[in-house]
C-alpha cells in the first residue's frame, strides 16, 4: 500500500503542527489525544462572488433544474427573549413589533422564490426552522410563517419540519399553532435539567417546569421532541450529569443531542468566570469524562446512535436534516443570517433585520457572501458524515478522491496505536476516546487529503492547519 507521500508531508511539518494532526502519543487518549480542540472547517477553497454577481447568480441558481438527491430548507429566526451565557448566536431581543414586520419579509422571500424551476421541481425533504429562538415567535406570526412554508416549498409526504425551542414557550397556544400548521419535531434546548446549572447561565425554567412542559408536549403526541443537554457547564459536577442522564432518560422524548460546551474567548459566559460570578466550566478532560459517561450510560441502555452526539430513543426521530446536510445536501437558506448552498455555490444572508427587511422589499435576496466551491469537493462531506457516523470508510473515499485516500492509512494506523480507533473490522470504528476528539480527526483527514492532492499537483508538501 502507498503511503509514501503523506509520510514525508507528516515528516516535514513543525512539531506543533504535526501534533495538532497526529494528535500526541499518551496513555490516556480520552482526555489528552490532542493538545487542543479544533472546530471542523471542511470545506476548503472556493471564490468569493463580486457583489455585482450576487444577484444575477442567485437567479441563474434558481433556474436550474435540481438534481433528484435530496435537499432541505434552513429559515432563521433572529431573535431571543433571554440571551444565555455561553451562546454564541445571539442576535437581537424578541420585540413583536419586529417580529410581526420580520414574519412579512419571512414570507414575502419564500414567495420570491416560488415559482422558480429549482423551487418549483423536486421535493424538499426537511425544513429546520432554526434560531435564535424560533418558539418565542407569537402564535399568529408562527402560523403565518408555517402556512406559508407550506404553501411556497413542495414538501415531500414525508418531510420534516422542525422548529426549534425552548421549554418555556410550551404552553397551549404557541404549541397548538406548531401542531396545527404541520410541524413535526420540536428539538428544545434543555441543557441541563439541574436548576442552578441551568439558571446560572440564563435559562428560565426549574427541573419541575422543565419535566411538567415536556409531559405537556408529549400529551399531544403528535410529534418527535428532541431534547439538547451541554455537558461541561460550571456547577455540572459528575453526579449532577448522571441526573442529567437519568431525567433524560426518563422524559417523553424521541431523542437527544449531546454537546460539549465551548467558552468563547471574550465571550459572556468567560467573562462571568473571570469575574467569579461563576465557578469554572470543566476542562476538555473533564468534559471527555462526562462524554464517556454518558456513552456508557445510553450505550447500555440500547439507545441507536444517529450520530457522535445524537441518539434516538425510540424511531420516531429521523434526524434527516442534521443528517443530510452533514453529508453534503443542497441548503436552501431564508432569513437573517441562515447560511446555505446550491448548485455548488454557498451562501450566507444578512445579519442584520432591518437591512434584511429593506433587501427583501426590493426584491432582493440579502446576501452578504457568495461563493463558488472548488470542483470536485464531495470527498469533504464525505469525511464529515463518516466521522460524524463513527467510522473511517477509506474505500468509499477512494472511490470519490482517487487512490491517495489510501495513503491515510498511515494516520490510521498512528490512531489505531493511540486508541482513537479499532481495526477489528473492514471499516474502522472511531473508539470512546476518538468519537471525543472526532472533530480534530475529521479537520486533520480533510487537511491530509488536500495536502496530498497539493504535493501531486505541484510536488509542493503542503498542509493548510485552521485551528
Ligand atoms: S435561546 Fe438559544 S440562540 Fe438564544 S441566546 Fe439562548 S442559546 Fe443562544
Known sequence: MRQTRLKHILAAMPPAQYALTVGRDTAEPLAGAFAERRAVQPVAGGRPLKPDDWQTTWQSLLAQKPTPAERVVYIHIPFCRQRCLYCGFFQN?????????????LIQELQLSRNSRYLGSGAVNAVFIGGGTPSTLAPHNVARLLKAIHANLPLANDCELTLEGRINDLVPPKIEAW??????????????????????????????????????LAGYNQVAVIVDLIYG??????????????????APIAGMDLYQLSVFEGGALQQAIRAGRLPAAAT????????????????ARNFSRLSICHWGKNNRERNMYNTLTKAGSPVIPFGAGAGG????????LDRNVEKYIGSIARGEKPFTMLLRQAAGTQWQHTVVAQLERGYID?????????????????????????????????????????????????????ECLHALRDS???GQQTIMVHS
Not at 341 to 348: A, P, T
Not at 439 to 446: D, P
Open 179 to 216: 401542531l396545527t400548521n404541520g410541524v413535526n419535531r420540536i428539538s428544545l434546548g434543555v441543557q441541563s435539567f439541574h436548576t442552578q446549572v441551568r439558571q446560572a447561565v440564563g435559562r428560565l425554567d426549574d427541573t419541575q417546569t422543565i419535566l411538567e412542559r415536556l409531559k405537556l
Open 284 to 299: 476538555t478532560a473533564g468534559q471527555a469524562r462526562l462524554f464517556a459517561a454518558a456513552e456508557a450510560e445510553l450505550a
Open 456 to 458: 501531486g499537483r505541484d
Open 341 to 348: 448552498n446550491i448548485g455548488g455555490v454557498s451562501m450566507f
Open 93 to 105: 431581543y424578541s420585540d413583536e413589533e419586529l417580529e410581526t414586520a420580520y414574519i412579512d419579509s
Open 394 to 446: 477509506l474505500h468509499e473515499l477512494a472511490g470519490q478522491y482517487g487512490s491517495g485516500a489510501w495513503e491515510l492509512e498511515l494516520l490510521l494506523a498512528i490512531w489505531a496505536e493511540r486508541g482513537l480507533v479499532t481495526r477489528d473490522t473492514d471499516v474502522p470504528q472511531l473508539t470512546v476516546a476518538g468519537k471525543f476528539w472526532y472533530k480534530n480527526m475529521t479537520q486533520s483527514l480533510v
Open 233 to 250: 457547564l460550571p456547577y455540572q459536577t459528575g453526579e449532577v450529569w448522571a441526573d442529567d442522564l437519568t431525567l433524560l432518560q426518563a
